[in-house]
Structures are given as structure tokens and as C-alpha cells.
């Protein structure tokens, strides 16, 4: 059983930054795979990012590939999404999910594929 926490959402103008905050508890955290989904109006949930439980790999949706990174402090049991040049269609409820499993350098892209989900931090990009 494994809680998550996400923060570090707001308000922001097209071309700022944002670095979201996952925490989480009540498990072994190097031992799950980590990502970020969001969720705009109307619209079904989508994969944003991945990262395996060592760290080394990592996977991008393609519209936001060389603008946001994902990362994980894993002594701290959090994982974070630095989002820089963020654009209007950037904005939704953004989501962290855990996964648990044995691959070293596996990491999950379906939402179908995890087990743990946190409420979601909303993120809001004007023009």
C-alpha cells in the first residue's frame, strides 16, 4: 500500500515554469516505478512522463519531450516534474501513480499498468 501526495501546482504565464512535487509513503519507494499523467477539461487522461525505480530511464509524451523533466530522490521518496516553457495546452490536473516492480530500468507509459495513484495538483498556463 502506497500513499501519494502531489503538490507544487498553480497559476502560471506561457513560458514560466512549474516543478511538481510527488511524496510518497507506506511502501518500499525504490522498489516502484514512477509517473505523471494529466487530465485537462473533457478530455480522458494521458501519459506525461515515466521514470524507472533506479532513475536511468525515462520517457517523454512527445509534445512536452525537451520541456519537462522527470526525477526522483529516492532517499527522499519523491519524485518531481520540472515543466519549463510551458504552454496554455500544458494545463490540467496533473497526476502521479507508483508501480510496483522488479525491473531495475523498467518504466510504464498505460495508466492500466499502475497500481497507486495520488488526488492530483491542478496546473493552470495563461497566454
Known amino acids: 500500500q502506497v500513499q501519494l501526495v502531489e503538490s507544487g501546482g498553480g497559476l502560471v504565464q506561457a513560458g514560466d515554469s512549474l516543478r511538481l512535487s510527488c511524496a510518497a509513503s507506506g511502501g518500499t519507494f525504490s522498489r516502484h516505478a514512477m509517473g505523471w499523467f494529466r487530465q485537462a477539461p473533457g478530455k480522458e487522461r494521458v501519459f506525461v512522463a515515466a521514470?524507472?525505480?533506479?532513475?536511468?530511464?525515462?520517457q517523454y509524451l512527445d509534445s512536452v519531450n525537451g520541456r519537462f523533466t522527470i526525477s526522483r530522490d529516492n532517499a527522499k521518496s519523491t519524485v518531481y516534474l520540472q515543466m519549463n516553457s510551458l504552454k496554455p495546452e500544458d494545463t490540467a490536473v496533473y497526476y502521479c501513480?507508483?508501480?510496483?516492480?522488479?525491473?531495475?530500468?523498467?518504466?510504464?507509459?498505460?495508466?492500466?499498468?499502475?497500481?497507486?495513484w495520488g488526488q492530483g495538483t491542478q496546473v493552470t498556463v495563461s497566454s
Open positions: 521514470i524507472s525505480w533506479s532513475g536511468g530511464s525515462t
Open positions: 501513480a507508483a508501480k510496483q516492480t522488479r525491473g531495475f530500468s523498467t518504466y510504464y507509459t498505460r495508466g492500466l499498468d499502475y497500481d497507486y
